[in-house]
């Protein structure tokens, strides 16, 4: 059984700064992608910030230049250190893990959820 699980969320005001964590434990394997995506209420899951086993790193638009992830493979970790946090960052954020097997010439992907951690930015 997999568990990946979220941290860091919380209420803070405009301006201001969190640190989402996530860890991956359990018989997991090789984690290709980590990944953290946001749901506002009302609105379809969308994608925030992307980085491969390498460190291959992609942005939304609308974070890019205030959010950064990383990822530490040891701890089967990924981070979210978001700045200069806006309303519009409320939701609730995340977490996704891509474990990959390898399957003769084949990489076969199979995606883990955490339960979300939520962000309010509010005065």
């Known amino acids: 059984q997999v568990q990946v699980v979220e941290s860091g969320g919380g209420l803070v005001q405009p301006g201001g700064s969190l640190r989402l964590s996530c860890t991956a434990s359990?018989?997991?394997?090789?984690?290709?992608?980590m990944a953290w995506y946001r749901q506002a209420p009302g609105s379809q899951r969308e994608m925030v910030a992307t980085i491969t086993y390498r460190g291959t790193i992609n942005y939304d638009y609308y974070v890019n230049g205030r959010f950064t992830i990383s990822r530490d493979n040891a701890k089967k970790s990924v981070y979210l250190q978001m700045n200069s946090l806006k309303p519009e960052d409320t939701a609730v954020y995340y977490c996704?893990?891509?474990?990959?097997?390898?399957?003769?010439?084949?990489?076969?992907?199979?995606?883990?959820w955490g339960q979300g951690t939520q962000v309010t930015v509010s005065s």
């Open positions: 359990g018989s997991i394997g090789s984690i290709g992608a």
């Open positions: 996704k893990m891509t474990e990959e097997n390898r399957k003769g010439w084949d990489i076969i992907p199979t995606d883990y």
